[in-house]
């Protein structure tokens, strides 16, 4: 059964300050997502990663996948207040249904 | 809008009533997925359908709980005899079968179930 924990489960950091959250999954999958959710709304689509190497970034956030250790990471560089909200990577095995980790819920303060 | 749309927002039912959920997918994909999310959790897939074929059902998906994808457009989904375990966000998501694409959710339904 696969499975998908991340780390931490919580984090507060303050704006301007660097820092990551790890995703690590249980059996070698095809794809990675991360996703945003802000409270009581739904889920937007960050990135895919592909492949074992891939890296992306958008803005502040940057994601990156290492298949052979089954772990992939969201590095936040100098966040801002309009980070905060909980962040869920996904994985799923050749187009089937995604397999989410518990989330990690970012609070960005002054 | 082009992207995945749900009805209703917020539904409040009495324990042992029925409701049923609507999902439209983004119009030229042909999977469709609903997953269930509880507070402090992230979503747990219930059940998905290629056009209208329903390919797979969580061991979530209790005798209660029914989906329909009846012409591979727009799915429903019933849940039967209401508990208040049910309360939670209903997400529906849709997708292409291309080797590269995401799942676009949607804003979800919120049961509560008094």
């Known amino acids: 059964e696969l499975k998908v924990e991340q780390n931490p489960l919580f984090l507060s950091m303050q704006e301007g300050k660097n820092y990551t959250i790890y995703c690590n999954y249980s059996t070698t999958s095809d794809r990675l997502y991360w996703y945003r959710q802000d409270p009581g709304k739904s889920l937007e689509s960050l990135f895919v990663?592909?492949?074992?190497?891939a890296v992306k970034q958008e803005g502040r956030l940057m994601a990156s996948l290492d298949t052979k250790a089954r772990l992939s990471t969201l590095h936040i560089t100098a966040a801002v207040h309009d980070l905060s909200a909980t962040y869920f990577c996904a994985v799923d095995i050749k187009n089937t249904p995604l397999v989410f980790g518990k989330g990690t819920r970012l609070s960005v303060i002054a | 809008d082009t992207g995945v749309s749900q009805d209703p927002r917020h539904k409040i039912t009495k324990r042992g009533q029925n409701v049923t959920f609507r999902c439209d997918p983004i119009s030229e994909h042909n999977r469709l997925y609903w997953y269930r999310q509880t507070l402090g959790q992230g979503p747990e897939f219930l059940t998905y359908?290629?056009?209208?074929?329903?390919?797979?059902k969580s061991r979530l998906l209790s005798d209660r709980f029914s989906a329909e994808r009846p012409k591979g457009s727009f799915s429903t989904l019933e849940i039967q005899r209401t508990e208040q375990g049910d309360s939670a966000m209903y997400l529906c998501?849709?997708?292409?079968?291309?080797?590269?694409?995401?799942?676009?959710f949607g804003p979800g339904t919120r049961l509560t179930v008094l």
């Open positions: 359908f290629q056009n209208e074929a329903q390919l797979e």
């Open positions: 998501a849709s997708s292409m079968t291309r080797s590269q694409d995401t799942q676009y």
């Open positions: 990663l592909l492949s074992n190497g």
